[in-house]
Structures are given as structure tokens and as C-alpha cells.
């Protein structure tokens, strides 16, 4: 596939490309250009330019043109779950629910734009303004860098996209290099409905090239990334020399502690969620603290009930639901993770195998809180470190000594106890009977806490990150007015 240039398809301009390989098999799905400098910098040149043009368009008119999307999106959906699938690694039953969250997150950017109201200012409680009308409008950002990571390439995508390009901001998108196709095929499919050419750009390339080449442009107005927080730190520090705003949303170690008045058959169902793409997620439980009482059995019914039910497979059979990394190279660092947390004290008593991307779902019992896995070491993929503890003071301890804060959850029947840990772990979200992997659209989500990031991405806040506001005044337009009152 091509790129997405100012409206038309291109190609690298010194002819380099890159493979995009699938990762259950090897093979070779596509090829793929690597952008050059020029060709980043000509389109945020554009996106500044388009960006012009599509913030007049009218709103309930950026809304038709976005509906005008989602239909082509509903028409092409097997298409795009194939593609999801074939490029991720991902089971298709996953990939059509991915494509079917792009739908919802672009239906909710169209309703709630028409609904971000200005504010008027209380007269007379000011000396000096009695007679001024002072109001505030929302203006788009302008263009605005959307950094889309691996894992869920096209849900994450959309709630880049989505409210972005409602609110009437220009957007230039890199998704990532191990699986561009599906976001390139949007992408298409937006300027198919009738975006304003140039308002959506799709460069592709390494994160460490063409990204740092479109963070470093002054006219990119915000960068918005879901990634490690590495890539956070590195991105800051180019965005500080412009003074460029940005939301991040990074990574996290999200503990779920079980208390011994659980509900198990909800335990276990929730800890399971964790096989979920693989245990690629940003959020959802990675540490499992768990009450000694009960340890034992929770670990037995994991394992029974769960882990040994997984059914893998055809990836486009509808019956399959786990499937593999996103690369080989990423399964032999979860391989190197596990092997270091053994070699640190910890037992594997379940999985621990790796076959080429693929690796089967892990449990490792006698997990200490000393250990890199119960601290900081953010493990992605299907491994279930098991820490045990006795009082909940003790489980809260465990759960925050760490420098991450997505989200985080706690299994219990005490309600007291329940409040006391979502009011002690510092969390941007604490699910009660659930794990940090809930994420309803409407909710706040993300960051906000330690060094898991400061976007909180979500359809009832997200125009707040994509939108600035201008206070506008009327000197003395209330002057007559009040001279008759």
C-alpha cells in the first residue's frame, strides 16, 4: 500500500520501503514505504493548508461527510477485520469488534461536537465591565500528530481521528510500522467520504525517523501518542522546542487485588480477561495480588476454567480467541521476562512456551514484591504473575509501588474495603468487582497518574484535548441597555 499525501497515494521519494509481515505465519502481507523528511514536512504543509478549508465547513456538514464514512467503514468491515487479523496476529472475532468500535467512536465524535456550548459571563459582579458582553467560543487546535500504536490499531485510531477531525482539526497519522494496512485503508476510506483533501495524511516509517520528523514540526499544533513511555519522554522533550502541546496515553502495570471475600467464579473471569489480544493491552490486571487464603484455588480455577479453555487456531475462525504477539521479537522479550522473573525466586506452574510470535498463556506462582515483575517490569503479553498477601494495607502497598498509574481493580464483597482502595491507589481508574481493562467510550481513560500519561481519552472530555477555547468580548455593548435599567 501506498501512502496518503495531500489526497493522493504515494510512494517514498528515494523508493525505500519496509515489510509488513504477518506475524502467525512469516509471510509477507505487504510492502510499505518509509517516508523521508521532505515528504513529512510536505504533509503537515498540507494538513496546515486543508485545515484551513475543513474547519469552515459547517458542522452538521462534517457530520454528514463522517456518517458518509462510517458507511463506507460498515461496507468494507469484513475487508478491515480481515485485515486486522492477518496484520496483528489477532482472532477475527476480535478484529470485527475492533472495526465495530471505530463505528460507535466516530458516531459519538459527530453528536457530541454539536453540543460543545461556549459559556456567557455573569454581568456586573466585576467594577469596570458592567457594560461588556464577554462570551467564549471552541476553536480547533489546527493540525494535530496522531501517533497510533500496534495493539489496537484501529480502535485507537478512531478516537484519535474521530473527534479530531469533527471538532474541525486537520489530522497527519502514523500508525505503526508492524501493522499499517488497516489504518491506511481508513484512512482512504475518510477522504473517499469527502474529508477535505489534505486534512487526513497517513505517513508511514520507524517511529524513530518519520516520528520524531513530524514531532519536531513547529506547525503540528498538538501530538497525540499511544505508546511506552519512553517514546513519551523522548516525544516531550521534541515537543518542548515548540512549545507543542500533547496528550499521552503510556503504559501501565495494573494491579487487581482479590480479596478472600471474593466472588471467585467473578475472579477468575475477570483475571482470564488478561488472554485478551494476547495480554497486549495498555490497561487490564498484569499483577495479580491475590489473599493467601484463597491463592491456591484462584490459581487452580485460572488455570481449569480459563487458561486451559482458550481455544487457538484459524484466526479467522470465529471460534478461535487467542492468538499471537504481534511479533516473534516481542514474544522472545515476554520469553526474557519470564525467564528472569524464575531466575529472581518466582515458580512457573502453567504456559512458559514460545513457538515463533506465539506465547501460551503463563502463570507464575511465589511472586515476591521485590521482584522487576511486581514493580515496574510491564509485561506484554499473557503472563499471570501471582502475588499473595494478608491484609489489604499490605495488598495496597504492593499495588503502588510502582511509577505507573492507568487503571487498576480490586475483587471484594466489603464495600468499606472497596472505598478504602480506590481511594488509596493512584490510579486514573479503579474498577470495583472488575479489572483495569473496563473501558466504556463515554468514561474518562488514561493517564492523569505517575508515568502512565496526561490524556484522558474519552467521548465525554476528548473535545476538551482537541478543542482550545477564545474568549471573545463586546466592550460597552450593554451600555444602552443598562442606561434604561
Known amino acids: 500500500m501506498k501512502m496518503l499525501i495531500n489526497g493522493r497515494q504515494a510512494d517514498a521519494a528515494d523508493g525505500r520501503t519496509f515489510d509488513v509481515i504477518n506475524p502467525s505465519t512469516g509471510a509477507v502481507l505487504d510492502v510499505v514505504p518509509a517516508a523521508t523528511k521532505d515528504q513529512v514536512a510536505e504533509a503537515v504543509a498540507g494538513a496546515v493548508e486543508a485545515q484551513k478549508k475543513w474547519k469552515r465547513v459547517r458542522v452538521r456538514d462534517r457530520g454528514e461527510i463522517l456518517r458518509r464514512f462510517m458507511e463506507l467503514v460498515k461496507e468494507n468491515r469484513d475487508d478491515l477485520a480481515k485485515t486486522i487479523t492477518l496484520e496483528t ?36 459582579i466585576e467594577g469596570g465591565y458592567d457594560d461588556d458582553l464577554q462570551i467564549t467560543v471552541h476553536e480547533p487546535l489546527g493540525v494535530i500528530a496522531c501517533i497510533v500504536p500496534f495493539n489496537f490499531p484501529a480502535a485507537l485510531w478512531a478516537f484519535k481521528a474521530g473527534p479530531a477531525l469533527a471538532a474541525g482539526n486537520a489530522i497527519v ?18 477522504t473517499e467520504a469527502g474529508v477535505t483533501p489534505g486534512a487526513a495524511q497517513c505517513i508511514t516509517g520507524g517511529g524513530s525517523t518519520v516520528g520524531n520528523w513530524l514531532v519536531e514540526n513547529p506547525d503540528i499544533a498538538q501530538v497525540n501518542l499511544t505508546g511506552g513511555v519512553a517514546a513519551g519522554k523522548q516525544i516531550a522533550k521534541k515537543a518542548a522546542e515548540n512549545l507543542t502541546d500533547y496528550k499521552f496515553e503510556l503504559g501501565g502495570n495494573d494491579p487487581l487485588i482479590i480479596c478472600a471475600d471474593c466472588d471467585m467464579d467473578l475472579a477468575v473471569n475477570e483475571a482470564g480477561d488478561k488472554t485478551r489480544n494476547a495480554g497486549q493491552c495498555c490497561s487490564g490486571a498484569k499483577r495479580f495480588i491475590v489473599h493467601n487464603s484463597i491463592k491456591e484455588e484462584f490459581v487452580h480455577r485460572l488455570i481449569e476454567e480459563r487458561l486451559k479453555t482458550v481455544k487457538t487456531g484459524d484466526l479467522m475462525d470465529m471460534e478461535t480467541d487467542f492468538g499471537c504477539l504481534i511479533s516473534e521479537e516481542a514474544a522472545k522479550e515476554v520469553e526474557r521476562q519470564v525467564e528472569l522473573t524464575i531466575k529472581q525466586g518466582a515458580e512457573l506452574v502453567y504456559g512458559g512456551h514460545r513457538r515463533g510470535a506465539f506465547f501460551e498463556p503463563t502463570v507464575l506462582v511465589n511472586v515476591s514484591p521485590d521482584m522487576d515483575i511486581a514493580r515496574d517490569m510491564e509485561v506484554f503479553g499473557p503472563v499471570f504473575p501471582i502475588i499473595g498477601f494478608d491484609t489489604l494495607d499490605e495488598a495496597i502497598e504492593i499495588a503502588e509501588q510502582t511509577g505507573y498509574g492507568l487503571s487498576s481493580g480490586i475483587i471484594t464483597e466489603d464495600f ?15 474498577a470495583v468487582n472488575g479489572s483495569g481493562g473496563f473501558r466504556a467510550q463515554e468514561l474518562p481513560f488514561g493517564g492523569g497518574k505517575k508515568m502512565s500519561g496526561n490524556s484522558r481519552e474519552c467521548m465525554s472530555s476528548v473535545l476538551e484535548e482537541v478543542t482550545q477555547e477564545k474568549s471573545i468580548i463586546f466592550r460597552y455593548a450593554m451600555k444602552s441597555y443598562n442606561e434604561t435599567v
Not at 478484529?95 to 460543545?116: A, P, R
Open 89 to 124: 496476529g489477532k482472532p477475527i472475532f476480535d478484529s470485527y469488534g475492533e472495526i465495530d468500535s471505530v463505528l460507535h467512536t466516530f458516531d459519538c465524535s459527530v453528536e457530541i461536537v454539536k453540543h460543545q456550548y461556549g459559556k456567557t459571563m455573569p454581568m456586573g
Open 173 to 190: 497519522v502514523k500508525p505503526a510500522s508492524y501493522n499499517p494496512l488497516c489504518v491506511l485503508k481508513l484512512m482512504n476510506l475518510l
Open 416 to 430: 468499606q474495603d472497596a472505598m478504602k482502595a480506590a481511594a488509596s491507589m493512584q490510579a486514573g481508574m479503579v
